[in-house]
């Protein structure tokens, strides 16, 4: 009986390792924005702007896609457009650890500072990263990020 308990013990404690070697774990410049504005991927965007509307479509059983318009105020980093397409979803990953992780979605009229990439002309925000802003303010620690000068800098281009 103390043999098959000491197996059934070390096989929790097995199972409990794996899981949490597979357990969600994104990679730092979908989280810190320091490690976004060091990436030199030339397809990262940063912008402040408002949602103009959005329209939701069932991609499966459990994914919602919402496409999202956007009129760009400012530009911070990637190819200036006044208006932008993006892509959010909602639900994505269901039965993962990481479930809901990468979920992005907004609402018209909502003001933004989006941090993420364009692919194929289409903008998918970081939503670990992009910012919804209450009152039309940019928290002054994110500022000081996005204003460093040098060789990264990402001053705006264009004023609100």
């Known amino acids: 009986m103390l043999r098959n308990m000491k ?30 504005r060091e990436n030199d991927n030339p397809s990262r965007v940063l912008f402040r702007a408002k949602v103009i509307s959005t329209h939701e479509t069932q991609e499966s ?45 907004v609402k018209k009229g909502q003001e933004w500072l989006i941090i993420g990439s364009i692919e194929n002309g289409i903008v998918v925000p970081a939503n670990m990263l992009s910012i919804l802003l209450i009152d039309g303010k940019i928290p002054a620690t994110v500022l000081e990020i996005i204003g460093k000068k040098g060789s990264k800098s990402l001053v705006p281009s264009a004023k609100k």
């Open 7 to 36: 197996k059934y013990c070390l096989l929790v404690l097995l199972m409990s390792i794996v899981h949490m070697a597979i357990a969600c774990k994104p990679a730092p410049i979908a989280y810190d924005l320091n490690a976004f």
């Open 61 to 105: 059983d459990a994914v919602i896609r919402q496409d999202i318009y956007f009129r760009a105020s400012s530009w911070w980093y990637g190819a200036e457009m006044k208006e932008i397409v993006a892509v959010g979803y909602i639900g994505t990953m269901k039965g993962t650890s990481c479930a809901g992780v990468f979920d992005f979605s």
